[in-house]
């Protein structure tokens, strides 16, 4: 079972236009050991259509920093990968 997260404590470090973007986004937290989930409102997968406002990636608030430059990195250098559309400093 995983890690329980407050949902007080909890910040946007991106929104992304796919599901694969934020799992991808999601790994190289993961990776360094940053726990993190993800939120869309798409009836749990079953009508993708629903989540106009993209599928964000939450940390918490004590993270978003260290995410924020992970996610930066793990876009290779560029100020937005394709589809990312914010994170932490937005």
Same mark, same amino acid.
């Given at each position: 079972?995983?890690?329980?997260?407050?949902?007080?404590?909890?910040?946007?470090? #991106?929104?992304? $236009?796919?599901?694969?973007?934020?799992?991808? &986004?999601?790994?190289?937290?993961?990776?360094?050991? !940053?726990?993190?989930? !993800?939120?869309?409102? @798409?009836?749990? #997968?079953? /009508?993708? =259509?629903?989540?106009? #406002?993209?599928? /964000?990636?939450?940390?918490?608030?004590?993270?978003?920093?260290?995410? &924020?430059? !992970? $996610?930066k990195l793990s876009e290779?250098?560029? @100020?937005? &990968?394709? #589809? =990312?559309?914010?994170?932490?400093?937005?």
């Amino acid at each position: 079972m995983g890690t329980v997260m407050n949902d007080s404590e909890l910040v946007v470090v #991106g929104t992304f $236009l796919t599901q694969i973007e934020a799992d991808l &986004a999601q790994g190289a937290l993961q990776a360094a050991e !940053i726990t993190s989930m !993800i939120s869309a409102d @798409d009836a749990g #997968g079953q /009508r993708p =259509h629903l989540w106009m #406002g993209g599928i /964000r990636l939450l940390v918490r608030a004590e993270d978003a920093e260290q995410a &924020a430059q !992970i $996610l930066k990195l793990s876009e290779g250098g560029n @100020d937005r &990968a394709p #589809g =990312h559309r914010g994170d932490a400093e937005s």
